[in-house]
C-alpha cells in the first residue's frame, strides 16, 4: 500500500474467521476482493472486532495471516500430513483472537487427521479447541477493557478512517448489531455487497433466525442509506422490487452492478487432478448441499439413467461442496441406489486447482438449484469451456448469457430425459461446447473484484452523491 492513508477500505473480517482453506460460496467472493486488492495495491485492510464492537486496521500477525490465506501459501492437499498440521495451526494466536465457530471445525478437522467432519474424535477435538478459543477471547476481552479506559483517560478520539473513507463491509458482521456505531466510530461510510434476496422472497428455504437476520439487514441498509453493490442484474431488481413492495424505503443511491460474470477461481492458473476421476468420463455440480440446491434430484435422475440406458455410456455424477442440509437427502437417495456404487464422487475441501481441473475436464456440468443470486457454478463451467445445464431460474439464465439449455428446477422427468438424451448423443454436447467457445463472454475474476474496488475508490474520492440515482434502473 501507499505510504498515504487510503480512503478506500475491505473489511477482512469474514475471511480471517474462514482461515486458511479452500473458500466456498461468499468466502470465495470476499477472497477474490481482498485478492485484487493486495496486488494492485487500491484499498486498505479493516476488520470489525466484534470484542471491541469498533473497526480497526490489521494487526502485522493478521496482516500477514491475511496474505497467507488470499495468496495461497498454505499447503497444498496431496502435502505431507505434517506440514498440512503445521500449516492449518499456524498463526494460532490470530485465529484464536476472533469469536467464532469455523475456526474450531477447520482445526478439530487437521488435528484428527483430514479425515472428515464428523465423528466422535472430531467431536472432542473441536469441543476441546473451542474451549481454548473462548479462554484466549476472555483473556483478550480484559486486554481490551483495560485498553478502552485508558483510552478514555487520555482522551484519545475513536475515529481513525480519512474524512471520506468508505468500507466494503464484511457479511460475516453486516447483520451486527454494533455495525452502524462501529462505522461511525471509525469515521467509515458503509458499503454493501447483496448476493440475493432468497431469506426474504422464500424464507421457507432457509431458517427463521437467518431470515430474519437479513430482513433486518436489508432494511436497515434502504433506510440508512448506505451505497450497494448487488452481484446481477436480477439481484439488483429483486432489491428494487421489493423495497417498492414491502419495505417503502427513499432510497436514493443507484443500485451498482458487479456482474459475477466468470468463474472466480482463474482458468489461467495450474491444476491438479482430483485423485480417483482422471480417465473417468463425468459430469459435475459445485455448490453446498442446501435443500434448493437439489443435489438429491440429480442422484435419483442418476439412478434412473443407470437403469434406463446403457451404463456405459452415462459419466459418472461428481457433487463437489460442503455438507449441509441436503447432505441427509442425498445419502437417504444412494441408499435406495446400489446401481450407484462406485460411480457418485462427493468432495468436499478439495483445493483451486483440483476444481479448476474438475470443471476442465468434465463431460457436462449441471446446475438444478432452484433459487440463486447469481448461480457461480454456472459462470465456473462456462468460463472453463464447459458446456452447463441449469435450473429455470432467471440469474442462472443471465448468468449462462442465455446459451444452455433451460429444465424447470424440480422436474425429475425433464432433467432425466434431457440428460439421457445428451448422454446418448454425444454429438449434442460437443456442439453446446463449440457455443461456448465461439459466444461465451468469459470476463476474468479480475473483472469483478475490479469493479468492486473501483467503485469504492470512486466513492471515496468523489463522496457518495456519486451513488445517486442518475436514471430509471427497471425498464
Not at 480471517?16 to 487500491?42: K, L, N, Y
Not at 497444498?76 to 494460532?92: N, P, S, V
Not at 452502524?180 to 434476496?197: E, K, P, R, Y
Request: include cysteine; hydrophobic fraction near 45%; charged fraction near 20%.
Amino acid at each position: 500500500m501507499s505510504e498515504i492513508e487510503p480512503k478506500a477500505w475491505v473489511d477482512v473480517t469474514g475471511v480471517i474467521r474462514w482461515g486458511a482453506q479452500p473458500p466456498t460460496g461468499i468466502q470465495r467472493v470476499e477472497t477474490t476482493v481482498c485478492r485484487q486488492a493486495f496486488e494492485t495495491s487500491t484499498a486498505g485492510f479493516v476488520i470489525f472486532d466484534v470484542l471491541a464492537r469498533r473497526y480497526r486496521r490489521l494487526t502485522q500477525r493478521e496482516m500477514a495471516f491475511l496474505a497467507y490465506i488470499v495468496l495461497g501459501k498454505w499447503p497444498a492437499d496431496t502435502a505431507a500430513r505434517g506440514e498440512r498440521l503445521k500449516g492449518a495451526f499456524a498463526y494460532l494466536d490470530v485465529q484464536f483472537s476472533h469469536q467464532d465457530n469455523e475456526t474450531a471445525r477447520r482445526l478439530a478437522y487437521a488435528a484428527t487427521g483430514f479425515r472428515r467432519r464428523s465423528g466422535g474424535l472430531y467431536t472432542v477435538a473441536k469441543l476441546v479447541l473451542r474451549l481454548f478459543q473462548w479462554l484466549f477471547v476472555v483473556l483478550r476481552s480484559l486486554m481490551l477493557g483495560a485498553s478502552a479506559v485508558a483510552r478514555r483517560i487520555s482522551g484519545r478520539p475513536q475515529r481513525w478512517a480519512p474524512e471520506g473513507s468508505v468500507v466494503l463491509v464484511s457479511h460475516e458482521v453486516s447483520r451486527n448489531r454494533s455495525i452502524t456505531d462501529g462505522l461511525d466510530q471509525a469515521g467509515l461510510h458503509g458499503v454493501n455487497i447483496v448476493h440475493d434476496l432468497i431469506p426474504v422472497l422464500q424464507p421457507e428455504l432457509v431458517s427463521k433466525r437467518f431470515s430474519a437476520g437479513m430482513d433486518t439487514f436489508l432494511r436497515r441498509i434502504l433506510k440508512a442509506p448506505e451505497p450497494i453493490i448487488a452481484v446481477s442484474r436480477s439481484t439488483r431488481d429483486d432489491l428494487i422490487m421489493w423495497n417498492r413492495d414491502d419495505v417503502g424505503a427513499a432510497y436514493p443511491f443507484e443500485i451498482k452492478v458487479c456482474p459475477l460474470g466468470s468463474a472466480l477461481v482463474s482458468t489461467q492458473r495450474d491444476n491438479e487432478p482430483i485423485p480417483g476421476l482422471e480417465g473417468r468420463p463425468f459430469s459435475v455440480f459445485c455448490s453446498t448441499f442446501d435443500i434448493r440446491k437439489n443435489h438429491h434430484l440429480l442422484v435419483a435422475v442418476w439412478a434412473w439413467l443407470a437403469r434406463n440406458m446403457d451404463i456405459a455410456r452415462l459419466p459418472d455424477l461428481v457433487l463437489i461442496g460442503r455438507r449441509g442440509n441436503a447432505s441427509g437427502l442425498v445419502e437417504a437417495e444412494l441408499a435406495k441406489a446400489p446401481e450407484l456404487a462406485g460411480r457418485v464422487h462427493i468432495l468436499s475441501g478439495i483445493s483451486d486447482k483440483q476444481l479448476r481441473w474438475g470443471y476442465q475436464n468434465a463431460v457436462l456440468g449441471l446446475f438444478p438449484s432452484s433459487a440463486e443470486g447469481w448461480g457461480l457454478g454456472v459462470s465456473e463451467c462456462l468460463a472453463s469451456g464447459l458446456p452447463v445445464v441449469h435450473a429455470d431460474v432467471p440469474s442462472l439464465k443471465e448468468a449462462a448469457q442465455d446459451l444452455m439449455p433451460v429444465l424447470p428446477a424440480g422436474d425429475f422427468d425433464a432433467w432425466s430425459t434431457t440428460l439421457k438424451d445428451l448422454f446418448e448423443h454425444p454429438e449434442k454436447i460437443e456442439a453446446l461446447r463449440s457455443r461456448v467457445a465461439e459466444t461465451y463472454d468469459r470476463g476474468s475474476p479480475a473483472g469483478f473484484a475490479g469493479c468492486v474496488i473501483s467503485y469504492l475508490n470512486l466513492l471515496a474520492d468523489k463522496g457518495l452523491g456519486a451513488a445517486r440515482v442518475q436514471k430509471q434502473q427497471i425498464a
